[in-house]
């Protein structure tokens, strides 16, 4: 049987750039993806999104290993709106969290919070290697919006400040019932590799706006059971009607 061949690729490159887009502008970025890797060159098409003004497409003026510059063209897409989703996480060691917030981007969640807790391990992030594993997912998935990932937070701060009209899916292995959410803004907080301690349990169960969930009789690993409950979100009160096709 012949393989299919996996080149050339069906998709135009898609690149985030930090600048404001629009048509005619010059962007300059650094030259080792496009020109090194890909080898594109003079001529060739990219896309491009800045996660303000949507997704344009962009032709190479000038081509060199160092530095690749683009003009940009027409407007592909305005900027999407992404479902009304924050992940609320302890944080996990290096390599789990980098997959964490790769595929939280993947599936749509708009804010990245991570959360300090009593048995949390890992208690300082990077979180610039983390927006680069954002920002590498967000260009893969063809989002034109990047989540926004924040500085950590305690538990305690987040739960005193918590906005009236966002419920807390708290993903509790102490048990709750599934995940069946409501239209409307929303969280889901995920405990760290130890779990909660019981103040804790109680802390967030005191709050009105949070629904304690169970994601079934396992115990799923921290970033296993934040893509599973984001994944149950998405797909009941998200974007998960649409396709990427049919946009
Ligand atoms: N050490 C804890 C224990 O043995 O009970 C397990 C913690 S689990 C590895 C990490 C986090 O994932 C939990 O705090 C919870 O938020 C979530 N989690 C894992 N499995 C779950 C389940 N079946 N139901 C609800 N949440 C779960």
Known sequence: ?????????????????????????SVAV???????????GVGDKVKLFDDRTGEWLAEIAEAGRK????????RLRERESVPDLWLLFAPVKR????WLVEKATELG??????VITRRTIVER???????????EAAEQCERTALPELVEAQKLDALLNAWPAD??????DEAGGAPLAPAPG?????????????DEERDAVRALPQARPVSLGPRILRADTAALAAVSLWMAAAGDWRSSPRAR
């Not at 061949?5 to 404001?20: C, K």
């Not at 650094?30 to 594109?40: C, F, I, K, Q, S």
């Not at 966002?166 to 993903?171: G, H, I």
Request: zero cysteines.
């Open 1 to 25: 049987m012949v393989a299919t061949p996996a080149w050339p690729p069906r998709s135009l490159p898609r690149l985030f750039v930090a600048q404001t887009l629009s048509e005619g502008a």
């Open 30 to 40: 650094d030259g080792t993806y496009l020109a090194a890797v890909l080898r594109l």
């Open 67 to 74: 530095r690749v510059t683009l003009t940009v063209g027409e």
């Open 95 to 98: 390599g789990r969290i980098d």
């Open 109 to 114: 969640v708009a804010r990245l919070i991570p």
């Open 125 to 135: 992030l990077n979180l610039d290697r983390l927006r680069a594993h954002a920002i």
């Open 166 to 171: 966002r419920a807390l899916y708290f993903a």
């Open 185 to 197: 803004p929303a969280a889901i907080l995920i405990g760290p590799e130890g779990g909660f301690t």
